[in-house]
């Protein structure tokens, strides 16, 4: 079966201009998360979803950034106005869970460059 | 808050030698869940193994082997023979268990480069 997949692999976006990444899980998954990883960091976690609803976003690391999960499976992380501090890999990840615990399966990530 | 600590930053052993890679987490709550996953060159995180708090028991799979010790907060991983195909970068997490919270904190990951 399919995997995690994300779209764009890889994004350069000049400074101030704004970048959408996408997210489709595995197939039925009730939980989506996004996690952004800098070079030689572990991942940190930016925010999640069950279903469509969105639990916690208390890692997004300013209002410049915004998710959505309109009809609980696709998802799209949203950058505005990209700064240079913005440059990672951005990891999307699902999970069959609802519950904690539940192992989390991770696409091949989206590295965001901002010159 | 939830932390975890990967104090060893690389290492590198020779093909065949057996390593381990150290995780010692920091957790308010009783109960929680402990994961291990391997991020290889080409980038994709994979998932190796979860453990929840109340299971102690080792666990060895192949030439993986766990060993989880709440006393000390702990939650190593045992290579045994390593090989080439073992390079890569391997990160620990941790998980608290309570509805809405599901996500995982890393720690910042240890290079395991396995020297043929």
């Known amino acids: 079966g399919a995997g995690v997949s994300q779209s764009p692999r890889y994004k350069v976006a000049k400074r101030g201009q704004d970048v959408a990444l996408r997210c489709d899980p595995i197939s039925g998954h009730v939980s989506l998360f996004w996690y952004q990883q800098a070079l030689g960091q572990g991942p940190e976690f930016l925010t999640y979803?069950?279903?469509?609803?969105?639990?916690?976003k208390s890692g997004l690391p300013s209002d410049r950034f915004f998710a959505e999960r309109p009809e609980g499976s696709v998802s799209t992380l949203k950058i505005q106005r990209t700064q240079q501090e913005d440059s990672a890999v951005y990891l999307c990840a699902s999970s069959a869970g609802g519950l904690a615990g539940y192992e989390q399966y991770f696409g091949p990530g989206t590295r965001l460059t901002v010159t | 808050a939830q932390k975890v600590t990967q104090a060893q930053t690389e290492i590198s052993v020779v093909e065949k030698e057996d390593v381990t890679l150290d995780c010692v987490y920091e957790?308010?709550?009783?109960?929680?869940?402990l994961f291990w996953y391997k991020q290889p060159p080409s980038g994709e995180l994979v998932f190796l193994i979860r453990r929840n708090s109340f299971d102690e028991q080792n666990e060895i799979s192949g030439r993986y082997s766990w060993n989880f010790q709440k006393s000390t907060s702990s939650f190593n991983f045992t290579i045994t023979a390593s090989q080439v195909v073992d390079s890569a970068v391997y990160f620990c997490a941790l998980s608290e268990a309570y509805f809405g919270n599901e996500k995982l904190t890393f720690g910042t990951g240890t290079r395991l480069t396995i020297i043929p």
């Open positions: 979803f069950q279903n469509e609803a969105q639990l916690d």
């Open positions: 957790t308010r709550d009783t109960t929680y869940y």
